[in-house]
């Protein structure tokens, strides 16, 4: 079983469009996040989340929403794609107060904006 | 806010010898947590070690050891015995303790293995 999976793996899209990402986790976990890993490789955090709060990096355009419908799944909306966006989407998840072991990754979505 | 700094983009090590990779962070906090990750060509992030600030013992995972000096906000890692499966993107990573925070990465060192 894929502790964090992510659906699509590859998503390719015109700009102005609109899409999602899903993401669900088999861990048990309570926190969840959402990482950006740009044409560089850096990754940045975008969002962390558990079912009291959410942290928003400020950077992150409010075109990102993050959306979870219950505490195994968080998806990633995108509104009015743009070529910056291009990059892979990471979700990850961990059990808050306690030790890494870790963050578990999500093998990632590679997102073409053309 | 935390940063963490990779200086070294690449290496490159022949098979079987030991490599080092740099990492340096800066926080304010004593309370935390820092990793270093592989990300091979598949993309998938593999955690290979980590470290508690509050313990003073090098974290060792089989080949890979660490060298935290906390005083000097240093956390390097070193793998012994290359193998060509370690080529990989490597990247360290630093947590606060005790929330829910993510994880603040570096820039990463793409680490090449010659046969």
């Known amino acids: 079983d894929t502790a964090v999976s992510q659906t699509p793996k590859y998503l390719v899209t015109q700009m102005g469009n609109d899409k999602s990402i899903k993401c669900e986790q088999n861990?048990?976990?309570?926190?969840m996040y959402w990482y950006k890993q740009d044409s560089k490789k850096f990754l940045k955090i975008m969002f962390s989340?558990?079912?009291?709060?959410?942290?928003i990096n400020e950077t992150v355009p409010n075109r990102f929403s993050p959306k979870s419908p219950d505490k195994a799944h968080l998806n990633l909306h995108i509104n009015s794609l743009e070529l910056g966006d291009s990059a892979v989407y990471f979700c990850a998840s961990s059990q808050k107060g306690t030790l890494n072991y870790g963050y578990t990754f999500g093998s990632g979505t590679r997102l073409t904006v053309v | 806010a935390q940063t963490v700094t990779q200086s070294q983009p690449e290496m490159s090590v022949q098979e079987a010898e030991t490599v080092t990779l740099s990492c340096t962070y800066d926080t304010s906090e004593s309370d935390y947590y820092l990793f270093w990750y592989k990300q091979p060509p598949s993309r998938q992030m593999i955690l290979v070690i980590r470290q508690e600030a509050y313990k003073q013992q090098n974290a060792t995972e089989n080949r890979f050891s660490v060298n935290f000096q906390k005083a000097a906000k240093s956390f390097s890692l070193k793998i012994s015995d290359s193998q060509l499966g370690d080529a990989a993107m490597y990247f360290c990573a630093y947590r606060s303790g005790g929330g829910a925070d993510g994880l603040t990465f570096g820039k990463g060192t793409h680490l090449i293995i010659q046969p």
């Open positions: 989340y558990n079912n009291k709060e959410l942290i």
């Open positions: 861990l048990g976990h309570d926190t």
